[in-house]
């Protein structure tokens, strides 16, 4: 387990859930990985993110899906893309990563409480 943060440290972090507009293979990418456009809603909008999923995800079973993502850190540069946001998932037994989701769809944009 991580060292204790306190409940302000929490709310600096900003997860929100979008839309997969777009998602395709990202063979630049040093891993695995598939390049997703997300859709964060009318205050934030398309957002673009590699994400390492490509051991349980096929680029096509991804568009329209809703994904968590963090949207406040710094763009990270990946190869030739510009990664906007973190998508967020868990590794299962074997090291390969699972999106976290949610279970009832929610509006674009809104911020994980």
Known sequence: MAETISYADFERVDIRIGTVMEARPFPEAR??????????????????S??????????????????????????RQIGPLRSEVLTLGFEDEAGAIVLANVDTPVPNGKKLL
């Open 31 to 48: 891993k695995p990985a598939i390049i997703l456009i997300i859709d964060f809603g009318p205050e934030i909008g398309l957002k673009k």
């Open 50 to 75: 590699s994400a390492q999923i490509t051991v349980h995800y096929a680029p096509e079973q991804l568009v329209g899906r809703q994904v968590m993502a963090v949207v406040n850190f710094p763009p």
